[in-house]
């Protein structure tokens, strides 16, 4: 779970990096005076945190990162902690501002050990000061071991600046990760963090820039990515003038609903209207109208079997979204193939995806909201190809098919017009019920169709659908279903 102090930029290993560099060999910053800092941060949130705290132990393993976790074990002793600290390399392997960390350590009459399982006995916190953000490879042997106990121990943990084993720029666990409830990060925060696994492993994330200077900041450029959240966007919707009517707001057309399908189309429909849309109207089979009607009869529901029967709707509306329920049948193609020569901005999603998979072409009117199953069949490869690396995943589908690019899950990505990438970190597992995408593309069509400026739809709609779901899921997230969102997201919209 993130803070809402922490700031918007997220970074790559490699910007991190440079960030360090700069501070250091061009802003005259001693390496081990940010070490010290990072060390004195974590101090102080493990204590508030778990202020009954009296035993802590700290794991280290090699690098700076271990060097945090020498120098965090230091103040612990000098704040008359009981401190064990278990090493998985040599201290006398340590290097540079490590070295000095582990010294200075001992120099406070700290002893450290071979790491043991029965030193997790005792203790009421752990710290995870083994990998930092480097770490590229797949944990293996007693370091696979001791995350694994570490994580069986049924403690607090608190992270270091990222959980042991979590990829710091793909989120995805390498073959092992430390599961955290505490992380404290520093410098910049890292993208990998709050996409795919992060999210699972980095508990609450608190975070310090250790009053690096901003000229280092403005050396690297533009953050790898930036975060999102709901209160950024409302403004987007202001409240109404007292003489408003429908025209002013819109009209959405949902395209999709094959035979056995139109609940999904009926969930986008009523999405979009419940976000503010003036009129919303669907196209589906015939046989599917006046049970649509029936069941929401503010939704125009129309059977539509041909061409010419599909025309004059979209003549009448603002945006087309198309997709739910909307099947692969000839009847399908059909619809599809008219609606993409139409000159609305359209939001393609479900089964519109896989036939644009088939038929790939780019156009900047449209909204691309693939689950990571749809993207892979859009890039033409596997689901773990596209989760392997969701930033790089994302960055293809907008260069191959334009226009904003939605890339569904956990942390779910942004690209927006420009190529410019965003997470959305809020939502929870309940969202993994059928319906959730037939929501989400309801909510971004009536955002469009509002007038919105397609960025700040894709993004809004983004935020709003993941905030309705936290939402609603208070009861619970198991049994969470897609229409529990839409008074949530009424309630949103008005805020």
Known sequence: MSDHTLPDALYSVTQVRELDRVTIEELGVPGYELMQRAAKFSYDSLVESYPDAISITVICGAGNNAG?????????LEDNKQ????????????????KTAYEAFLSANGEAQAFEPNQL???????????????????????????????????????????????????IVMNVAVKADLTCTFIGLKKGMFTNDGSEHTGTIRFADLDVPDEAYNNVGKPAATRIELSQFQHC???????????????????????????????????????????????????????????????????????????????RTNVVAIGPGLGRSEWAQLLMGR??????????????????????????????????????????????????????????????????????????????????????????????????????????????????DIDDAVKLGVCLHASAADHASVVGERG?????????LRKLVNQ
């Not at 945090?68 to 612990?76: K, M, N, S, V």
């Not at 009421?124 to 797949?138: C, E, H, S």
């Not at 596209?386 to 569904?408: C, D, M, W, Y």
């Not at 969470?480 to 949530?488: T, V």
């Open 68 to 76: 945090d976790g020498y120098e965090l074990a230091r103040l612990a």
């Open 83 to 98: 401190v064990n600290v278990g090493y998985l390399i040599e201290p006398n392997q340590l290097t540079g501002d490590a």
């Open 121 to 171: 006995n005792d203790a009421d916190v752990v710290v995870d000061a083994i990998f930092g953000t480097g770490l590229d490879r797949n944990i293996e042997g007693h370091f696979a071991e001791a995350i694994a106990q570490i994580n069986d121990c049924m403690l607090p943990i608190v992270a270091i600046d990222i959980p042991s084993g979590l990829h710091a720029d793909t989120g």
């Open 237 to 315: 919707l202001p409240p109404r003038q007292r003489n408003a009517h429908k025209g002013e707001f819109g009209h959405v057309l949902v395209v999709g609903g094959d035979f056995g399908f139109i609940g999904a189309a009926r969930m986008a429909a009523e999405a979009a209207a419940r976000v503010g849309a003036g009129l919303v109207s669907v196209a589906t089979r015939s046989a599917h109208a006046a049970m649509l009607t029936a069941v929401r009869p503010e939704i125009m529901s129309h059977g539509v079997e041909t061409l010419n029967e599909l025309m004059p709707l979209i003549k």
């Open 339 to 452: 609606v993409l020569e139409s000159e609305c901005p359209l939001v393609i999603d479900a089964d519109a995806l896989n036939l644009l998979a088939e038929d790939p072409r780019k156009s900047a009117k449209w909204v691309l909201t693939p689950h990571p199953g749809e993207a892979a069949r859009l890039l033409q490869t596997d689901t773990k190809t596209i989760q392997a690396n969701r930033f790089e995943s994302i960055s293809t589908l907008h260069q191959q098919f334009s226009g904003p690019v939605v890339l569904k899950g956990s942390g779910s990505l942004i690209a927006d017009t420009t190529g410019n990438i965003s997470i959305c970190d809020a939502g929870n597992p309940g969202m993994s019920s059928g319906g959730m995408g037939d929501v989400l593309t309801g909510v971004i069509a009536g955002l469009v169709a509002q007038g919105l």
């Open 480 to 488: 969470l279903l897609a229409l529990d969102l839409m008074p949530h």
